[in-house]
């Protein structure tokens, strides 16, 4: 026998006879997968924060990252599996302003509690909405489509997808004084392919979404919703430069953990996740989709949430959105 064998099978010997675990078996033991659960289907900006992060995740923990996509009505089902699943450090969750902030304004009662029930680790991406249209709709322009949505009201279909699409649907709606019949999807693509096809007439969706539809000529955009134009559409106007004051809506992307989770685990992925992101890989792959990197705090990403949630709740209210 090689002598290594003899000086490993002696270790184990002893480790055992000691009531603890051989070093050389613990090594072979491959730890369980990391599951990051995502609340919308392959293809839309949750997704894209998932897949952007989670194989160098993997690499740098030296475990398996699954991507576990579940999609359903404004993200619940993926957000709720995550609220309640052990806080062993096996899993994250990409949460967005939808699934965190607008969930709690538009339902009475969620089967989770965005600030009691989750670790915020960090925001990764930040990315702004446009509102957008079939190419053949006849409104040129945002001052158009509002003067048609007036002439013919709830008779142009906007297709809603997400939390915040619901919102920025419906305080669209409120500012401008107009009616517009909601077609829910889930998931922005669905939206997007929705809008090309002709199903529905128009929809908000995200920048980096539209952006080459846009450019291929199979899309129109209207203005987007951020307070400044996106450098991915500089030419395109913003709603508020458009006479409607005020009105802003982006979304951002972001990891949690259970409550409780290990506070070595979550500050291991919070380092690794922003090492990631600030890498010029990753960078170019976010500003080149129109992104903007976060990459802040568990504690700044907690105040954020903890600030955020009661200031939607009133924006909606203020909207007349009547929670479920």
């Keep these: 026998m090689p002598i290594f064998w003899k000086s490993a099978a002696a270790c184990c010997w002893v480790a055992l006879l000691a009531g603890g675990v051989c070093p050389a078996v613990a090594q072979e033991t491959p730890k369980r997968p990391l599951r990051l659960l995502v609340p919308s289907p392959p293809g839309g900006p949750s997704d894209f924060a998932a897949r952007l992060i989670a194989p160098k995740l993997s690499e740098a923990l030296g475990q398996n990252v699954v991507v576990d996509n579940r999609q359903s009505v404004n993200g619940i089902l993926a957000t709720e599996i995550a609220a309640k699943s052990p806080a062993d450090g096996n899993t994250l969750l990409i949460g967005n302003i939808g699934t965190m902030v607008m969930n709690t304004g538009l339902y009475k009662k969620l089967p989770y509690d965005p600030l009691r029930d989750f670790t915020p680790i960090t925001q990764l991406v930040s990315a702004g909405t446009a509102l957008v249209a079939n190419p053949k709709f006849p409104a040129k322009t945002f001052r158009d489509f509002v003067a048609l949505a007036k002439k013919e009201p709830g008779k142009i279909n906007i297709a809603v997808a997400g939390a915040n699409g619901a919102v920025a649907t419906e305080v669209l709606k409120y500012s401008a004084g107009?009616?517009?019949?909601?077609?829910?999807?889930?998931?922005?693509?669905?939206?997007?392919?929705?809008?090309?096809?002709?199903?529905?007439?128009?929809?908000?969706?995200?920048?980096?979404?539209?952006?080459?539809?846009?450019?291929?000529?199979?899309?129109?955009?209207?203005?987007?919703?951020?307070?400044?134009?996106?450098?991915?559409?500089?030419?395109?106007?913003?709603?508020?430069?458009?006479?409607?004051?005020?009105?802003?809506?982006?979304?951002?992307?972001?990891?949690?953990?259970?409550?409780?989770?290990?506070?070595?685990?979550?500050?291991?992925?919070?380092?690794?996740?922003?090492?990631?992101?600030?890498?010029?890989?990753?960078?170019?792959?976010?500003?080149?989709?129109?992104?903007?990197?976060?990459?802040?705090?568990?504690?700044?990403?907690?105040?954020?949430?903890?600030?955020?949630?009661?200031?939607?709740?009133?924006?909606?209210?203020?909207?007349?959105?009547?929670?479920?």
């Design 178 to 324: 107009i009616r517009l019949n909601n077609i829910p999807y889930k998931g922005s693509s669905p939206s997007e392919v929705a809008v090309m096809s002709g199903e529905v007439e128009v929809a908000l969706l995200s920048i980096p979404v539209i952006t080459p539809q846009v450019k291929a000529g199979r899309m129109k955009v209207y203005g987007v919703t951020t307070a400044r134009r996106s450098p991915m559409l500089p030419e395109v106007p913003t709603i508020q430069e458009q006479g409607l004051d005020g009105y802003e809506f982006g979304n951002w992307h972001g990891l949690l953990a259970p409550k409780g989770a290990p506070d070595r685990f979550v500050r291991t992925i919070h380092r690794e996740a922003v090492r990631i992101l600030e890498s010029k890989d990753t960078r170019d792959i976010v500003v080149t989709r129109g992104n903007e990197i976060i990459g802040n705090s568990p504690e700044e990403f907690s105040a954020r949430l903890k600030r955020d949630v009661p200031r939607y709740r009133k924006i909606m209210a203020e909207a007349g959105i009547q929670p479920q």
